[in-house]
């Protein structure tokens, strides 16, 4: 039967041929929809194939929008970057009854994750911006954004962890949530094309050399009164606003304060690393939380310091007590010491690079999950509180996809002074796992007998041993032996072409935005 004997015999021919002809393209229509809407389906599934969740990535995708975008890695993440933004745009909050019950370290909890959603927003602006302009010139940007943003949730979570949990459940599932379209979304980054070059673009006008004869202080700090401040957080606070780099010269003493530089392009030159000292003495023990017992707090990007010391001076009795916390993309520490015992630097997310730096500690006194290369520096392990160990790395990674992880090259790992004479009957490691993946590498560094002979300390459980990534190459010394080492399927002896991955070049991309500091170093093995 044709759509013509629906046609009443009372019709004349023409207007029943246009009856017909628009029923035609009428199912015509239906017919390529339907066709167009499984092609689509077809396509998210493909593309989402290469998710971590697989099909929580197609779920998220039919239900956010019909198909008006790039199908490929880079549109898809886009849409997946997207989502994450939009549902972390209103902010953390938990739930009215805990606005009404005083809890012990509540409110620091919630405080602490809108200001980690926050940045992450920032973040998730960037990645949005490059995914739609650039994706592949700008892929590793996009990655370290997008590893900062799974950073911070992770972080969000562990802050909450020790709240009752009826109290901590609502903002740990909204984490677990974004962590799920997070991992998604960098799992699809990851699949972009390479184009062989760097995503960072050099910026020599607006960051000086710091070897340069010209560079001027915005601000000059000195204790004794002989500077423009007393004060560094007065100097930091008049430089609060306006772009354009900032340059604080700080005269050798001892200042006793709590800084946050949240201003980016903020360059802090001191006149030695044990002349000029930033100190303060919070403590888990004395009522802080890991992050905010933070001598200093730097937030802003592109942060360098210079010939300056960080040091929390709460002691190897008081707990968690950290000299210096960043989360600044690109930053750069040159001939600066970071002195404390457990948890001396928080080297939260980002890239950073450490060049001929002292580090002090005890217990994971290198931890967080920046991409960090630490280059000729000094690893120093101090002596620990009776009974202790030391931990020199503790890597923070919870992810695959993660451009991160801890690389000391040409590195010099030893014992203080006062744990010297004792060494043998103190168990010192390289790392062990703080998160799933954990990544940490040694290579091109000298060890001292103070570490175990096997080299990396398990976690209770064997917690990561086969998704961790430990490795060791190219390295000299007493403790650099491994014939004892661990035998987990995440560790690794590794050689001269697997070790080239983790260099300045390479891992942090360092070649790109680390000459401009005027900053010595090394680009390759």
């Known amino acids: ?3 013509w004997t629906f046609c009443p015999r009372s019709f004349s021919v023409r207007p029943c041929f246009l009856l017909s002809l628009f ?7 239906w017919i390529t929809a339907a066709h167009g809407k499984a092609s689509y389906v077809e396509d998210v599934r493909r593309v989402c194939g290469y998710a971590r969740y697989p099909q929580h990535c197609v779920d998220t995708l039919l239900s956010r929008r019909e198909p008006s975008f790039r199908q490929d890695f880079a549109g898809v993440a886009s849409v997946l970057v997207e989502t994450i933004r939009d549902e972390v745009t209103p902010g953390v909050s938990m739930s009215s009854s805990l606005e009404a019950v005083e809890i012990l370290g509540a409110r620091e909890a919630i405080d602490y994750c809108n200001e980690l959603m926050e940045i992450s927003i920032r973040r998730l602006n960037q990645s949005l911006n490059a995914l739609e302009v650039a994706p592949v010139k700008d892929k590793q940007n996009i990655q370290t954004w997008l590893s900062a943003v799974i950073t911070f949730q992770e972080s969000c979570k562990d802050s909450v962890s020790e709240l009752p949990r009826a109290l901590s459940k609502e903002v740990s599932t909204k984490m677990d949530h974004l962590a799920v379209l997070s991992s998604n979304a960098l799992a699809l980054a990851n699949r972009i094309p390479e184009d062989g070059k760097t995503g960072v673009t050099p910026r020599h006008k607006d960051r000086k050399l710091l070897g340069s004869a010209d560079i001027k202080a915005t601000a000059v700090v000195a204790a004794d009164g002989s500077g423009d401040y007393t004060s560094i957080r007065a100097a930091l606070a008049s430089a609060s606003s306006g772009g354009g780099q900032t340059v604080i010269f700080i005269k050798e003493g001892v200042y006793k304060e709590k800084l946050t530089v949240s201003k980016d392009d903020v360059t802090l030159v001191g006149e030695g690393k044990y002349k000029t000292i930033i100190t303060y003495d919070s403590s888990v023990v004395g009522g802080a939380t890991t992050t905010s017992s933070a001598t200093v707090v730097v937030t802003g990007d592109r942060f360098i310091a210079k010939d300056i010391g960080f040091e929390n001076s709460a002691g190897p009795t008081r707990g968690q007590a950290v000299a210096l916390r960043i989360l600044s993309d690109r930053a750069v520490l040159y001939r600066c010491s970071i002195r404390g015992y457990q948890d001396t630097l928080l080297a939260q997310a980002f890239r950073q690079f450490y060049r001929d730096c002292d580090i002090y500690g005890t217990v994971d006194f290198i931890f967080g999950n920046a991409a960090a290369i630490f280059q000729s520096c000094n690893l120093v392990l101090c002596r620990p509180r009776s009974g202790g160990r030391n931990v020199i790395m503790a890597s923070g990674r919870t992810d695959p996809g ?17 744990l010297s004479p004792v060494r043998h009957s103190v168990r010192s490691y390289l790392g062990r796992p703080w998160k799933e993946y954990a990544r940490a590498v040694i290579i091109q560094s000298s060890i001292d007998d103070s570490i175990h002979p096997r080299g990396w300390m398990e976690k209770a459980g064997g917690f990561a041993l086969c998704t961790l990534y430990f490795a060791e190459g190219l390295n000299n010394g007493p403790g650099a032996r491994t014939t004892s080492r661990v035998d987990w399927p995440g560790f690794h002896l590794i050689g001269s072409s697997e070790s080239s991955k983790f260099t300045v070049s390479n891992f942090i991309q360092g070649t790109s935005w680390i000459p401009s500091t005027g900053v010595t170093y090394q680009p390759g093995l």
């Open 23 to 29: 029923a035609s393209l009428l199912a015509f229509s």
């Open 402 to 418: 993660q451009s991160t992880g801890f690389v000391a090259q040409k590195c010099t790992i030893q014992a203080s002074s006062d």
């Open 1 to 3: 039967m044709s759509w």
